[in-house]
């Protein structure tokens, strides 16, 4: 059951990253901010957070104490703040999300494309990351050359990376095509797919990410928009490999 929590309304405005408390306080005093359908400017007056909407900018922003959200990254842009040569996924989002300091979980090349996740929530961003944790990440690989049996073979049975103490396996690996792959991660090191199939003998030409857990990437969804997550959807997002039905 979930506890009623009371907030004042500048707090909560705040908390959902629509500004500072002086451009909070501003929005509010002209009557730009409507509360659960009415407009309210006395920045003092406590509502339940269960159930709560905010109207601005004419866009409704049902409260959320965290954020989860999901991308479906396009190529082309970096997982960063400050990128260096191509726009950040953050230009993506709406203002309020970036204000509020959503996080990718675990970041994309500028040429990948697929399922990015964001949050502000910092456990369940550890329990998606940590090794430990077993979180399968799975992804579809097109490679330069044809897949042979025994670059298959190399990939499940582990392969050495530079910088790596011991050899790193996919939890599954299927051909898909004659050029493509499917791999299974538990990891999420730097370029580890890419330096995984060129350690296997083959080259990347393109990677998408289709699920992390039990969570896939929506058919609906087209590259560049995003979608929040509700406790199911976060609940797939953490299920464990072998559980995952990746
Ligand atoms: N592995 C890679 O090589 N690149 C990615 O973007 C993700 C995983």
Redesign the pocket.
């Known amino acids: 059951m979930r506890r009623a929590v009371k907030l004042r309304l500048l707090r909560a405005l705040q908390s959902q990253g629509f500004g500072s408390r002086k451009d909070c306080l501003y929005r509010l005093r002209r009557g730009e901010i409507r509360v659960n359908g009415e407009v309210c400017d006395n920045p003092e007056a406590e509502f339940e957070t269960e159930g709560l909407v905010f109207t601005v900018d004419g866009a409704d922003w049902p409260y959320r104490e965290c954020a989860c959200l999901v991308m479906h990254k396009p190529a082309g842009y970096e997982c960063s703040h400050k990128p260096s040569h191509h726009p950040s996924v953050f230009s993506l989002l709406p203002t309020p999300l970036v204000r509020r300091k959503v996080q990718c979980v675990g970041?994309?090349?500028q040429d990948?494309t697929g399922l990015l996740v964001f949050t502000d929530d910092g456990q369940l961003q550890h329990r998606m990351i940590s090794p430990k944790k077993n979180v399968p990440?799975r992804?579809r690989a097109d490679c330069a050359e044809d897949v042979t049996d025994a670059q298959l073979d190399a990939l499940r049975a582990g392969v050495q990376l530079n910088d790596e103490p011991a050899p790193l396996a996919a939890l599954a690996c299927e051909p898909c095509g004659a050029r493509g792959l499917r791999l299974v991660l538990a990891e999420?090191k730097y370029?580890?797919?890419?330096?995984m199939i060129a350690a296997a003998g083959n080259h990347?030409v393109a990677?998408h990410?289709e699920a992390i857990g039990d969570y896939r990437l929506p058919d609906d969804l087209a590259p560049g928009g995003w979608r929040w997550l509700d406790a199911d959807d976060r609940n797939k997002l953490e299920q464990p490999w072998p559980s995952a039905k990746s």
């Open positions: 970041r994309l090349d990948t990440k992804y999420g370029h580890q797919v890419k330096r990347v990677l990410r």
